[in-house]
T-cell receptor, first 111, second 114 residues
Framework: SQKIEQNSEALNIQEGKTATLTCNYT??????LQWYRQDPGRGPVFLLL?????KEKRKERLKVTFDTTLKQSLFHITASQPADSATYLC??????????FGTGTSLTVIP | EAQVTQNPRYLITVTGKKLTVTCSQN?????MSWYRQDPGLGLRQIYY???????DKGDVPEGYKVSRKEKRNFPLILESPSPNQTSLYFC?????????????FGPGTRLTVL
């Protein structure tokens, strides 16, 4: 069955630094991968999508890479701010119907 | 305002007492889905619906029922709740024609089964 692993430990970084979160998946080949942000007590919010034929995607201070050989996606937040503190979820998608999410990585940006 | 709403937001109930959690979206989305979120296990899909009268099982459907009689509503039914269904539940919807296939999530329903 599908297995998705994200950074198991919470990530604490200093404001202004780049945060890098990892998402590794096994036992399937997703057509695309999504990243969501979740704040405490709220539903996830979509951030970015990257397709299997794309190596890299950028949106403002966010950058996502997708390596189908390594079965890994990296999610970068540059010039991090305390407002970026949240849990980030990855979702490698095989089809558009069944969704599997990673357990998430909790990021804290320290002022 | 485009949104997904869930009711109730918080619910404490007892084992075996049937309950329904409602979900409604005002974006005319074809696809709707239910998830549960548990510490260490992440978000897991319970059921999803591609359109009215079309539903299918997700990863953890046991103990749950759904129906999709109207496009905007997708209620989650627990016929006989048990303590292992204590969890945080999210409803989500997405457009079938969205380029990014992004899901829009509701605010969540925290359910406790005693």
């Amino acid at each position: 069955s599908q297995k998705i692993e994200q950074n198991s430990e919470a990530l604490n970084i200093q404001e202004g630094k780049t945060a890098t979160l990892t998402c590794n998946y096994t036992n399937y080949s997703p057509a695309y991968l999504q990243w969501y942000r979740q704040d405490p007590g709220r539903g996830p919010v979509f951030l970015l999508l990257i397709r299997e034929n794309e190596k890299e995607k950028r949106k403002e201070r966010l950058k996502v890479t997708f390596d189908t050989t390594l079965k890994q996606s990296l999610f970068h937040i540059t010039a991090s701010q305390p407002a970026d503190s949240a849990t980030y979820l990855c979702a490698p998608i095989l089809t558009g119907n069944q969704f599997y999410f990673g357990t998430g990585t909790s990021l804290t940006v320290i002022p | 305002e485009a949104q997904v709403t869930q009711n109730p937001r918080y619910l404490i109930t007892v084992t075996g007492k049937k309950l329904t959690v409602t979900c409604s979206q005002n974006m005319n989305h074809e696809y709707m889905s239910w998830y549960r979120q548990d510490p260490g296990l992440g978000l897991r899909q319970i059921y999803y619906s591609m359109n009215v009268e079309v539903t299918d099982k997700g990863d953890v459907p046991e103990g749950y029922k759904v129906s999709r009689k109207e496009k905007r509503n997708f209620p989650l039914i627990l016929e006989s709740p048990s303590p292992n269904q204590t969890s945080l539940y999210f409803c989500a919807s997405r457009s079938a024609s969205s380029f990014y296939n992004e899901q829009f999530f509701g605010p969540g329903t925290r359910l406790t089964v005693l």
